[in-house]
T-cell receptor
């Protein structure tokens, strides 16, 4: 079992819809969770991080964490074509180690 | 401008020819790390450094070396590159490690080993 799993997609949504991206992790001791966005040919950039169970909102983005079920999700409201990218889930498993999922490709159609 | 720079951005080389990819950050970050990104495998950590002269292995260190003689620089060395090291490489830095802080990524170096 991979440490951090994501559906590779692509996840296709129409403009204005809510995109829901999911991630599961295997290490119950994981403490912090990150969502990065990566455009094709570019480097990852941080969108959000979350440490506590529940929801965390930042503009159009909401991160959700459920440690009991070992999943973290990212909701993007009012999706725009410019949101089309690969979204990487990353989990801090301790020992200065950040483990990344393979990413979910999101396509937002006009 | 706060940034992480990498050089070269693109490199094509032959098996066995030693090469160095440089990484430099101007944010006075203590933590630096190298990743490789491969299709279907995602980003995997090669080495990381908590501070000057402090380095440790990540998940895929075989075939790579690093050094941290200055806080701002963290070069990645491939002593004898092989085709399976063909990949996209990213350097990243963070104020104090990966637990609570954002990692800032460099633009990437695309390496091809023939």
């Amino acid at each position: 079992q991979k440490e951090v799993e994501q559906n590779s997609g692509p996840l296709s949504v129409p403009e204005g819809a809510i995109a829901s991206l999911n991630c599961t992790y295997s290490d119950r001791g994981s403490q912090s969770f990150f969502w990065y966005r990566q455009y094709s040919g570019k480097s990852p950039e941080l969108i959000m991080f979350i440490y506590s169970n529940g929801d965390k909102e930042d503009g159009r983005f909401t991160a959700q964490l459920n440690k009991a079920s070992q999943y973290v999700s990212l909701l993007i409201r009012d999706s725009q074509p410019s949101d089309s990218a690969t979204y990487l889930c990353a989990v801090n498993t301790g020992f200065q180690k950040l483990v990344f999922g393979t990413g979910t490709r999101l396509l937002v159609s006009p | 401008e706060a940034q992480v720079t990498q050089n070269p951005r693109y490199l094509i080389t032959v098996t066995g020819k030693k090469l160095t990819v440089t990484c430099s950050q101007n944010m006075n970050h203590e933590y630096m790390s190298w990743y490789r990104q491969d299709p279907g495998l995602g980003l995997r950590q090669i080495y990381y450094s908590m501070n000057v002269e402090v380095t440790d292995k990540g998940d895929v260190p075989e075939g790579y070396k690093v050094s941290r003689k200055e806080k701002r620089n963290f070069p990645l060395i491939l002593e004898s590159p092989s085709p399976n090291q063909t990949s996209l490489y990213f350097c990243a830095s963070s104020p104090k490690g990966t637990g609570s802080y954002e990692q800032y990524f460099g633009p990437g170096t695309r390496l091809t080993v023939t």
